[in-house]
């Protein structure tokens, strides 16, 4: 289908309503922008990373490798259609999949890390070293939770309601009343 006389506004609303109604899409989607800005995963950490978006068995629950290999086959025709080449490495310390002749992490997720390393502020590094283990180990688990709390009440936000006002689809698509 030749999608080039539809406005790109348009484009990216039925996008984002497919997103939301149908999960093969969704997890395409969410593989490809995960690609562009990180390289050289493995299977088991996409699969940590989509089940982190989408939920757990988001791949299914019976046959779900052939569910990822088949996703990943779409992904890479997708990528290549954009002028990227996905492909794998089985080399020992960098193993799994990349965009070739692509810096390890995109221009912009370099961006927020040298953002995140410059706020960084020494004395508190200073404290933090002659802290006991258990301290530092209770302070860690501290952000861990703080983080899991927030990503947790943005999933529920998110799955409360839609743009729309309507409830989230359900797993066949409908409408939930």
Request: charged letters at 25%; aromatic letters at 8%.
């Amino acid at each position: 289908m030749d999608t080039s006389s539809i406005p790109k506004k348009a484009l990216e609303s039925l996008l984002q309503d497919a997103l939301e109604r149908d999960p093969v899409t969704a997890r395409r989607t969410h593989l490809v922008k995960i690609l562009l800005h990180e390289r050289y995963l493995s299977r088991p950490q996409l699969t940590a990373r989509m089940e982190g978006l989408l939920g757990k068995g988001c791949f299914g629950e019976s046959a779900w490798e052939d569910t990822f290999y088949r996703d990943m086959r779409i992904v890479k025709k997708a990528l290549q259609a954009a002028g990227y080449r996905l492909k794998y490495s089985r080399r020992a310390g960098r193993p799994g999949y990349y965009l070739y002749q692509q810096p390890a992490v995109s221009a912009e997720l370099a961006e927020i890390l040298a953002q995140s390393v410059a706020e960084v502020d020494p004395a508190q590094i200073r404290i933090w070293r002659g802290m006991p283990p258990a301290e530092r180990f209770r302070l860690g688990c501290s952000v861990t939770d703080a983080a899991h709390k927030a990503v947790t009440y943005r999933q529920a936000a998110v799955t409360r309601t839609r743009p729309d006002g309507n409830k989230p689809a359900g797993p066949a698509g409908e409408m939930k009343p």
